[in-house]
């Protein structure tokens, strides 16, 4: 018998700030082997808070709007999914999260570009693709996304 009770509802997760950039990639990864390993916002804003800051878990998870046993489980997942990315040479991307659009954390309005950080070379994006598994035909290096996450504007 199928459970039709419908889980607890996540709470709005604060975040402080986006990242600049959201794409780590390894270096000699050929594009066609290249791994992603996706962290979400709050994963990136728990590590943020715990290991750039130093904060206290229970203050740290006041901060971000959720208990300290959430807030346990969201930096223990981020170390992990950082720790596998390392150790097996995996792209970190960072994307998503329990983050509500009512937060403090708004994203920005994105002009719709992919770039290549390498020799400039542009595209529209294209909705529902990920800039990231783009190959620049210039260059052959991967594509990010322009303005909202890299440091390109």
């Known amino acids: 018998m199928k459970n039709s009770r419908a889980g607890r509802p996540v709470n ?3 975040v402080e700030g986006l990242p600049k950039v959201t794409c780590f990639l390894p ?3 050929s594009p066609s082997r290249q791994q992603n390993v996706v962290l979400s916002f709050d994963e990136v804003e728990s590590i943020r808070l715990a290991d750039q800051l130093g904060m206290y878990h229970a203050d740290a998870a006041e901060k971000m709007n959720v208990s300290r046993q959430t807030f346990g489980r969201i930096i223990k997942s ?3 999914k950082v720790a596998e990315a390392l150790v097996e040479g995996k792209t970190i991307c960072i994307e998503g999260g329990n983050i509500d659009k ?3 954390c708004e994203e920005p309005d994105a002009p719709a570009t992919c770039v290549c950080l390498y020799c400039g070379y542009e595209q529209p994006h294209v909705n529902g693709v990920p800039c990231r598994i783009e190959s620049c035909p210039n260059c052959s290096k991967p594509l990010i996304r322009k303005g909202r996450f890299s440091s390109v504007d």
Do not use: D, L, T
């Open 78 to 80: 981020a170390r992990s």
């Open 12 to 14: 709005c997760r604060s």
């Open 102 to 104: 009512n937060c403090s």
């Open 27 to 29: 270096e000699g990864v």
